[in-house]
T-cell receptor
Framework: DVKVTQSSRYLVKRTGEKVFLECVQD?????MFWYRQDPGLGLRLIYF???????EKGDIPEGYSVSREKKERFSLILESASTNQTSMYLC????????????FGPGTRLTVL | EDKVVQSPLSLVVHEGDTVTLNCSYE??????LLWYKQEKKAPTFLFML????IEKKSGRLSSILDKKELFSILNITATQTGDSAVYLC??????????FGAGTRLFVKA
């Protein structure tokens, strides 16, 4: 059974704090993605990675950075959290052979006060 | 600007009803259209469509793509309470570039 896990389901942070969201997949997938999901806006891509240490900006990378030191792990970093980063964050992974089909983690609901 | 528009935004039906969810798109480079079901947690993959007019079916769910009119529909027949979810339409425009619609929230009443 394929699995994508995220480090926290719910997280509350204060403005200005550094926030780490971790995602781990056990499918040996090459590609990993970070999205945020907001009501009425759908999922928007923040960053993705197609290999270890490789990263590409998505549609809304501002205010975020990522790290992929190991194939199975993709971290999203908010260097200085702001209230407009309150959102649901979803991680996904896909194989380089069937890259269209993404497998999603359960999501982390982040609230920045 | 590329966009994916889903309608309706939300829908309440009774068990046993048939529903049709719509997805229209305007993108500069179309590669494929995907449907996902999102319940309380992670979206799960339903279908991928690349060719016009070919229906994909899985149990009570089916979907078809019209690349001329730039839309797709997702049909659910004999709905059950377990079909309650947000249904996401996604366009792949090449490589890793995907555009998500805002989703249609379906609620099936017992």
């Amino acid at each position: 059974d394929v699995k994508v896990t995220q480090s926290s389901r719910y997280l509350v942070k204060r403005t200005g704090e550094k926030v780490f969201l971790e995602c781990v997949q056990d499918m040996d997938h090459e590609n990993m993605f970070w999205y945020r999901q907001d009501p009425g806006l759908g999922l928007r891509l923040i960053y993705f990675s197609y290999d270890v240490k490789m990263k590409e900006k998505g549609d809304i990378p501002e205010g975020y950075s990522v790290s992929r030191e190991k194939k199975e792990r993709f971290s999203l970093i908010l260097e200085s959290a702001s209230t407009n980063q309150t959102s649901m964050y979803l991680c996904a992974s896909s194989s380089k052979f069937t890259y269209n089909e993404q497998f999603f983690g359960p999501g982390t609901r982040l609230t920045v006060l | 600007e590329d966009k994916v528009v889903q309608s309706p935004l939300s829908l309440v039906v009774h068990e046993g009803d048939t529903v049709t969810l719509n997805c229209s798109y305007e993108v500069t480079n179309f590669r494929s259209l995907l449907w996902y079901k999102q319940e309380k947690k992670a979206p799960t993959f339903l279908f991928m469509l690349t060719s016009s007019g070919i229906e994909k079916k899985s149990g009570r769910l089916s979907s078809i793509l019209d690349k001329k009119e730039l839309f797709s529909i997702l049909n659910i027949t004999a709905t059950q309470t377990g079909d309650s979810a947000v249904y996401l339409c996604v366009i792949n425009t090449g490589g890793f570039k995907t555009i998500f619609g805002a989703g249609t929230r379906l609620f099936v009443k017992a």
